[in-house]
């Protein structure tokens, strides 16, 4: 935000905060270690509001549980913005100094009031008065979040409107204050600051409009870089669609179980003319490929550096040898240089770190020897004098005025989930992760855990009452794309009309043949939290389903 | 107006054994031993928990104290005098090691053979140990009905080893009670309070609610408890059964630090290689982001990378 994608805090300053809203986020299962600094925080005397559907193992430790609709958050937001304006908490000072466009975004909020809030997000008017009142008037207020914002078709406005609240209230740029995305992965934070993103280099500079970055990278790898931001995710599968995007190289990732929509996914990448599939296993998308590269494991049979959810750059390092013909990601990379006649010289991943630090300003001061002495370095890290920054964005609090440029508001409005509920499909799916397991169950699925219960529809206890479904109970669970049969369970953290399922186990329930792959413009996600379902007892016989499903696709 | 809050700090100076040490105001004793090149003993205590007192083996004199005081636990103050090594420390240390050692299997306790050595403890003069109890004897123990020994035999917890998961296993045998695992479920870290101390005096033990089985009760697998239990009563069962077999050799082992590759938190693991094999996890105390903690999927969840097809 404001021009680096990073969270603005460091962890420790979680526990010395004095309010916590954790929103879109199940940090107490899913990133149980951050969430330690949490209850810190709540046992020193922190607030804390967990803003999810489902009241979940997080919302249990909440002061306030803001039980909202699923793809509710800009309304969510925006109220609080009103009211925090209506009681003239807002920093005008702060405002004045370090924002622009705060006009426009006090007008846009005013339509939000407490009682279309409440009818747009289902929290009781109250409950959102005193949580924007409570924020605004706390010290030090933090703002935490995953998934359960960006996993939206308007992820991008979702996270303005949470920018818009610190801006408002001055809770950012100042320690135990600010704008914290937990990453859902151990390297996501790494890989945007790596420049595996389509519109930056490495250090998160800018592609098209940072003309020096682009010719020192020029300079350096001896090649012509083109100023045109390359396609996210989403847009290669659009242009597989339109057949522009014939070949895929896939590091790393399961796409064929992973994406939203599986059945369309799958039948994209089986029309690919070719598909190269690096990875640790034989994933579902490894078997479709023409090539399959096998790699070494990268945090425990390979070197190299990650980033984590506080800008911490860490060392990892090999353990284990890898088996039979695996061989190192770096390696495998500059084997296909070689043979497409470019021969890079890499003496191994510290001379590939070391070129960074002399391509991407923000990562110079950090070391081999420096990442490993001070157990990693957050960056930014201009000098090898510098010890990292714990907080970002200290400048917009400079006297008289902020320096650099200001922080802009940016107006955001409320829009419905795409996938809308309607008589046919009355109930709101949403997925997500159990504390367990990780992703499509690749590596999760390798250990014996003795939580793991398999995927199962979860539904209210008021949904199965009047479904007349028992716990266990095998259904056909439907959205507009496809179906599924998932055994019952039945789970009181759910409000009624709100059911969850993870994507931990496809080969057991392929999950994704119900979400809906509706993204965001911007960040190109898919809204994974968001599909309209229709749950049926099992009276029709499975072969019948199956087909309804593959006509389904068929008709895409 | 953007800085980081600086605590300031204020230092004590006392005098032990002779020696005068100053240290930050709010250090214990332990401390400031440690800080002198002393370390003390200590089986309950933890770096990243609250002291709890429970074992005494790390007490000392203070001049003006009627007892003797847990240096891990007591905050030194401007003009103490404490002495670590007088015969009634000796003898206190000499007979908590010998309760100790006399009902409890210290096998797989680091460090105790030395202090028993040190102390010239002598835990087999209580006799031979009493027959083990039977398995769940003693979680169905009712306070009060602790009957005394017959005086031949030493009384003792041993008890069959709890194995009912595939994470980890409970040997109580091994148990000293000093709540370690207790306060990481608790409120000092893991805050999932999956177990307590059940029973009274002898009878004590570490429990889940009603004694339930690991997989029925509230436990998370994060192996937070493992990762402070100080005698071993508490193992990876991937150690246990290396144990059993007669294959866990640490002096083959290695210990590589590296960083979790599940969710974006960056935890710090210490992977203990034996035989190209992940053998068992844990994390370093003193690590920034996890003080030592971890959860299900950093301790346990790496089984993945070595389900290799050769060995199946």
Known sequence: MFGAGGGTSSYREVEETDLIFLWGSNARETHPIFFHRVLKAVNNGARLFVVDPRRTGSAQWADTWLGLDVGSDVALSNAMARVIIHAGLHNREFIDRATTGFEEYAASVEPYTLERAAHDTGIPADAIRESALAYARADRAMICWTLGITEHHNAVDNVFALINLALLTGHVGRYGSGLNPLRGQNNVQGGGDMGAIPNKLPGFQDVESNHEARARFEAAWNTTIQPKYGWHLTQMFEAMERGELRSLYVVGENPAQSEADAAHTLHLLEGLDHLVVQDIFLTRTAELADVVLPASVSWCEAEGTVTNSERRVQCVRKALDPPGQARDDIEIVVEIARRMGYEWSYDGPEDVWTELRSLSPMHRGMTYPRLAELGGIQWPCWDEQHEGELFLHARLWDEPKASGEPAPFNVVVNVEPVDELSDEFPIRLTTGRRLDSYNTGVQSGGYSSPLRRGESLDLSPEDAASLAVAEGERVRVSSRRGSVEAPVRIDSSLRPGLAFMTLHFPDEVETNI??????????????????????????????????????????? | ???????????????????????????????????QGRDQPTLCYGDTLTPINACRVCVVEVEGSRVLVPSCARKAEDGMVVRTDTERVRHSRKMVLEFLGSSVDLTTAPNVDGWMEEYEAKPERYGPPAPPAPEGARDRAQAGHHHAGDGQTAATVAQPVKVDNESYIRDYAKCILCYKCVEGCGTDWQNTFAIAVAGRGFDARISTEYAAPLPDSACVYCGNCIAVCPTGALMFKSEHDMREDGTWDESEQTVTETICSYCGVGCSLELHVQDNSIVKVTSPLDHGITRGNLCVKGRFGYQYVQNRPDEE
């Open chain 2, 1 to 35: 107006m953007s800085v980081v809050p600086v605590t300031i700090s204020h230092t004590v100076e006392l005098e032990i054994d002779g020696e005068n040490v100053r240290v930050r105001e709010g250090a214990t004793i332990l401390d400031a031993c440690r800080a």
């Open chain 1, 514 to 556: 119900l979400t809906i792959d509706a993204t965001d413009p911007k960040s190109g996600t898919a809204e994974f939290k968001a599909s309209a379902i229709r749950v049926d007892k099992l009276d029709v016989p499975a072969a019948e389903q199956q087909t309804a499903a593959g006509a389904n696709v068929a008709a895409r």
